[in-house]
């Protein structure tokens, strides 16, 4: 083989490496990545199926239900609700009317299955993303008045 063609095949090889390499990391980022919805994008029907999302907002009043660990609760943004269920123990400043971000699956009934609920850290807190949510839910329903 003549050097030229080694270079050539070395060259070729080291892409093919640097190719697989990013493949398996953009793969795992992807796989890894989880996006943020509000109970109205989800009744809008704009949250992906069978895949992991988060849903934020108010615990409404009155929905929490609680059998052994099993938690059900319904999760609102003044506009829409999302009925959460989640089984382990929740965050020791969970509470109805306070702020709450959940990460899960959304089931075929429209019931969100939770893996993980984050509960807010002092009273003044809510999570941008769930605060946002609702500031919109209750321009939307201004505007509709």
């Known amino acids: 083989m003549k050097p030229r063609h080694k270079r050539a095949a070395i060259i070729a090889g080291g892409l093919s490496a640097v190719s697989l390499a ?23 029907g704009e949250a992906p199926k069978n895949r992991t999302f988060r849903v934020g907002g108010m615990v409404k ?19 829409k609700e999302v009925p959460v269920s989640y089984t382990g123990i929740l965050p020791d400043l969970f509470r109805e009317g306070k702020g709450v971000v959940a990460q899960g699956k959304l089931g075929p009934d429209g019931r969100f299955t ?29 505007t509709l008045k």
């Not at 009043?61 to 506009?79: P, Q």
């Not at 769930?130 to 209750?138: E, I, L, M, N, R």
């Open 22 to 44: 990013a493949y398996f990391v953009l793969n795992a980022f992807e796989s890894n990545l989880v996006f943020f919805f509000t109970p109205t994008q989800i009744a809008a």
């Open 61 to 79: 009043e009155g929905s929490v239900k609680r059998d052994n660990l099993t938690v059900a609760f319904v999760v609102t943004d003044t506009a």
């Open 114 to 142: 939770a893996s993980e609920v984050l509960a807010k850290h002092d009273e003044n807190y809510m999570p941008p993303e769930a605060q946002h949510a609702v500031d919109q839910a209750q321009k939307t329903i201004k």
